[in-house]
């Protein structure tokens, strides 16, 4: 079946730093993909997406690119901010509009 | 527009007790979606409505949980006996579309109902 295998948190950072968060996928055919953020007390909020092979999907300074030859969609930032700390979530999603999260990659930037 | 409205927003209750949540989707979406996130871990779907019919619940424990539909348009999830296991935010989502084909469009999530079992 569809997965999705994200990087292990927390991720700890300081203001400005460059962010990487690695998500690969398995999948049978060709899934959209998608990255989610939760800030604490809050619910999940798109925060980017991408529908084909080699899409960039790109908000609020934050980009990934569907990969399809390594199966990946890595989140990047240049320059994170405090405000970026929070929950980031890979998740897939195939035929029947049914979303196959990761487990979720904690974010700390501190000031 | 308004998102997707939950409550209550927490919920303490005791092991073998019963208990209910409530979900208003965004105005004109068909498709609803009840999620559990356990702490950890990535939200899991549990059941996915489209208007009043239920699409997918491969996910859902059957013998304790439970959700309806009723017109199309709020949904409630049910959970009867609560298990200590059962601890965790249980999301509601909605979209905007059909589920077949593809299904490329959004789906919008609610603030969640955070569950405490003791």
């Known amino acids: 079946g569809n997965s999705v295998t994200q990087m292990e948190g927390p991720v700890t950072l300081s203001e400005e730093a460059f962010l990487t968060i690695n998500c690969t996928y398995t999948a049978t055919g060709y899934p959209s993909l998608f990255w989610y953020v939760q800030y604490p007390g809050e619910g999940l909020q798109l925060l980017l997406k991408a529908t084909k092979a080699d899409d960039k999907g790109s908000n609020k300074g934050f980009e990934a690119t569907y990969r399809k030859e390594t199966t990946s969609f890595h989140l990047e930032k240049g320059s994170v901010q405090v405000s970026d700390s929070a929950v980031y979530f890979c998740a897939l999603k195939g035929y029947g509009n049914k979303l196959v999260f990761g487990a979720g990659t904690i974010l700390r930037v501190k000031s | 527009e308004a998102g997707v409205a939950q409550s209550p927003r927490y919920k303490i209750i005791e092991k073998r007790q019963s208990v209910a949540f409530w979900c208003n989707p965004i105005s004109g979406h068909a498709t609803l979606y009840w999620y559990q996130q356990i702490l950890g871990q990535g939200p899991k779907l549990l059941i996915q409505?489209?208007?009043?019919?239920?699409?997918?619940d491969s996910q859902l424990p059957k013998d304790r949980f439970s959700a309806e539909r009723l017109k199309g348009v709020d949904s409630t999830l049910k959970i009867q006996p609560a298990k200590l296991e059962d601890s965790a935010v249980y999301l509601c989502?909605?979209?905007?579309?059909?589920?077949?084909?593809?299904?490329?469009?959004?789906?919008?999530f609610g603030p969640g109902t955070r569950l405490t079992v003791l």
């Open positions: 409505f489209q208007n009043n019919g239920v699409v997918d």
């Open positions: 989502a909605s979209s905007p579309v059909r589920t077949s084909g593809r299904g490329r469009n959004e789906q919008f």
